[in-house]
């Protein structure tokens, strides 16, 4: 058995006292001649919310002198440490040093984190289906089967761990499977290049899966946004300042090697999931090697905020491969677009705000190394970048190529025909596409004169050299650590380097 020394040391003093006591009692009970003997008192059962859970020390009378605790969890004095959600039995035993007499007793710990849990068997394979809303920590364990069924909230104070390796099916069930962190929530999900974190439909296992099975990530923020408190799509939440909470360094945790497949179901007009949906997110969030594969909707959107995005690829989506709206003020840097031809709408679709295009702050982010390849779908509308509706913002170093209709178009509102914002933007310099390469697209440049003049710009009839996204060219480019310390420097136009491909290896072509 093991003896923690010290805690004897420490406690045996306390247990002299006791053990006065007791042989005061002692000497009243001695006419029936029975020994007092050392007991052990458990602690009543202990509820957590979170999984780490401290547990008291049991109390101990009636030993002799020095007595040795331990615990069937950690085998010490002490069982606190970690424990899985539901109730886990600890039992204490007490061994008299003197006698070796011993006395034990039970208590249940129970981790209660809001989310339920029940087991589903789908072919030879066992699953843990997982619903509801954490309010404490909880973690997807790389060793095991998990299903999720309907929106798994993560609300504040509570965080979402998943190791990585770990694969997350949502439930073909009838319900509609997304993750969203609440503002104040936390999600980590550290993935490696050789282990990233999946999160697809169950039909991949059938080989049928398509785009719009579920609803992907959504993250809610404190970050400023230019609509005040927004309400995320699909019932996924409030995101933005709430008054006496705003905040643009804001951190909703950390996606790395995370890919989402399969998302961006739609609810109804104007009310689709994404694969990753930021809303109102910080730049406290770490946001880097993502990839958004087949969604029906959008592969990255932002609704205001100013989270940072590094190493992102969206491949296949339906509609937009990146979007922002309502003000985001983000960096951006090595994004990949890859339509694959069933269906895709725009590589960037980028508006300030459609209901008031001089709605502030505006969105404004700061990206270098694109690489946007375009698909004809047939419907003869995929366009590279679509700067609209008064947005602001910087692109460098961006390849735009394939796309049937525009490569960068320009535009000012939909619903409002006098505004010029937009172009007003372009025409001051607040709005800028430079050290980039229109190629082989319908028409290269729209309503961008300032961009088709501008002389670091390049337009091609065809991108030679490219092999899918990978490739890159050094003539006209612009290191972009020169525009910021978040930039990784490099002289260099596109976003994946044939001698340093980041894509290889954890995401799905
Ligand atoms: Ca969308
Ligand atoms: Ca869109
Ligand atoms: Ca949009
Ligand atoms: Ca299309």
Redesign the pocket.
């Known amino acids: 058995m093991f003896t923690n020394n010290n805690f004897v040391t420490k406690w045996s003093g306390v247990f002299l006292f006791l053990t006065f006591l007791a042989v005061g009692f002692s000497s009243c009970e001695k006419e029936d001649d029975t020994p007092m003997g050392i007991s052990v008192n458990c602690p009543a059962d202990v509820v957590s919310a979170s999984s780490n859970v401290t547990v008291p020390i049991p109390t101990v009378s009636g030993a002799s002198g020095n007595f040795t605790i331990t615990n069937n969890i950690t085998n010490t004095s002490d069982a606190s440490g970690s424990y899985a959600t539901g109730a886990t039995t600890v039992t204490y035993t007490v061994t008299d040093d003197t006698t070796g007499e011993t006395a034990t007793c039970s208590f249940d710990v129970i981790v209660d984190n809001g989310l339920t849990f029940s087991q589903e068997t789908i072919g030879a394979t066992t699953y843990q289906k997982v619903e509801g809303t954490l309010t404490g920590d909880f973690t997807f364990a790389a060793t095991e089967n998990w299903l999720i069924s309907g929106g798994i909230f993560v609300n504040n104070g509570a965080t979402l761990n998943i190791e990585a390796g770990t694969t997350i099916y949502a439930a073909d069930d009838g319900t509609t499977p997304f993750i969203a962190i609440q503002r104040g929530g936390k999600i980590m999900a550290n993935g490696t290049s050789t282990a990233p974190i999946v999160l697809t439909s169950i039909k991949e296992l059938d080989g049928i899966a398509g785009p719009g099975e579920w609803g992907g990530i959504v993250i809610n923020g404190y970050a400023t946004t230019n609509i005040g408190e927004g309400v995320g799509e699909g019932g996924t939440g409030t995101y933005g300042c709430d008054g006496s909470n705003c905040d643009d360094a804001d951190n909703s945790g950390t996606i790395r090697y995370v890919r989402v497949e399969y998302a961006g179901k739609i609810l109804g007009t104007d009310n689709e999931l994404n694969g990753f949906s930021f809303n109102g997110v910080g730049s406290g969030t770490t946001v880097e090697y993502v990839q958004a594969y087949r969604g029906s909707d959008d592969g990255f959107e932002f609704f205001g905020g100013t989270v940072n995005v590094k190493y992102a690829v969206s491949t296949g989506s339906e509609d937009d491969s990146f979007d922002w709206t309502f003000g985001w003020s983000g960096k951006g840097q090595f994004w990949v677009a890859n339509q694959l031809g069933v ?3 725009r590589g960037i679709e980028a508006d300030n705000n459609g209901d008031d295009n001089t709605a502030s702050p505006f969105s404004n982010p700061l990206i270098s190394n694109v690489t946007l390849v375009g698909f004809d ?6 366009t590279g970048m679509r700067l609209r509706e008064g947005t602001k913002g910087k692109i460098y170093n961006a390849i735009v190529t394939g796309f049937p209709n525009n490569g960068i178009r320009v535009s000012n509102s939909e619903d409002n025909a006098a505004s010029t914002v937009t172009t007003d933007n372009m025409n001051n310099g607040e709005l800028v596409v430079a050290n980039s390469v229109s190629a082989g697209n319908g028409t290269p440049w729209k309503d961008a004169p300032v961009f088709e003049n501008d002389p670091t710009n390049t337009t091609l009839a065809g991108m030679g050299g490219l092999s899918g996204y990978v490739g890159t060219i050094s003539e006209n480019a612009k290191d972009p650590g020169t525009l910021d310390g978040w930039f990784s420097p490099g002289t260099y136009i596109g976003a994946v380097r044939s001698t340093q491909d980041w894509t290889a290896g954890w995401t799905k072509q």
Request: charged share 35%; glycine share 34%.
């Open positions: 269906a895709g709408d779908d047939g419907d003869g509308s995929n």
